[in-house]
């Protein structure tokens, strides 16, 4: 069975701090992706990135960065010299051979103050 | 492409009520995936598609709630009779092919009093 754990529920920090969101996933298959996704606080759902479980290569894209190490079953995502804007809803989802559409984790909100 | 398009964007209705939920993917993916978020359960997958046919729908709390894709760019979910417990906003998502990120709508926030 799937299943991915974000056990940060909100996170607050103040501008320019950098950011780190923990997600932990578990999975039977050898084959699975990693996702995340952003939810602002008008509701829809944005695509951040896509990984595949046999690429662990961290990779960056501006502030954002993301480290996943398969030893560890995590997929963490970091914000450096977080901005305003960048307060949202922070999802981390995965699918697998087994489940073939996206289970996410509870999410964390991140509340970056100016 | 306009992205996956969902209609009603707010849905207040009547317990009892019969509600319709309806969705655009955008054209050429062969996915269509309908999540439901709540406070108290999160994003929680209802049910998916492939090529229009029902793949995986252990996700649909009961019968009170069918989905149906009749062709590749329209599909519907419906609630009847609606209860309270059913407010929530209503995700459609689609993508090219498996395991690739899903593209969400802007959600249908419904409420049921």
């Known amino acids: 069975a799937q299943k991915v754990t974000q056990a940060q529920t909100e996170i607050s920090v103040v501008e320019k701090e950098d950011v780190t969101l923990d997600c932990v996933y578990e999975?039977?298959?050898?084959?699975?992706?990693l996702f995340w996704y952003k939810q602002p606080p008008s509701g829809e759902l944005v695509f951040l990135i896509r990984r595949n479980s046999f690429d662990e290569q961290n990779e960056i894209s501006g502030r954002y960065s993301w480290n996943f190490q398969k030893s560890t079953s995590s997929f963490n995502f970091t914000i450096t010299a977080s901005q305003v804007v960048d307060s949202a809803v922070y999802f981390c989802?995965?699918?697998?051979?087994?489940?073939?559409?996206?289970?996410f984790g509870s999410g964390t909100r991140l509340q970056v103050q100016p | 492409d306009a992205g996956v398009i969902q209609s009603p964007r707010h849905e207040v209705t009547e317990m009892g009520q019969e509600v319709t939920l309806r969705c655009k993917p955008i054209s050429g993916h062969d996915y269509l995936f309908w999540y439901r978020q709540t406070m108290m359960r999160g994003l929680e997958l209802l049910i998916y598609f492939n090529n229009n046919v029902p793949i995986d729908d252990s996700g649909m709390p009961e019968d009170r709630f069918s989905a149906k894709m009749p062709n590749a760019s329209f599909s519907t979910l419906k609630i009847q009779p609606s209860e309270p417990r059913d407010s929530a906003v209503y995700f459609c998502?689609?993508?090219?092919?498996?395991?690739?990120?899903?593209?969400f709508g802007q959600g249908t926030r419904l409420t049921v009093v």
């Open positions: 998502a689609s993508s090219p092919t498996v395991n690739t990120e899903a593209f």
């Open positions: 999975t039977r298959d050898t084959t699975y992706y």
């Open positions: 989802a995965l699918s697998d051979t087994g489940r073939r559409a996206l289970t």
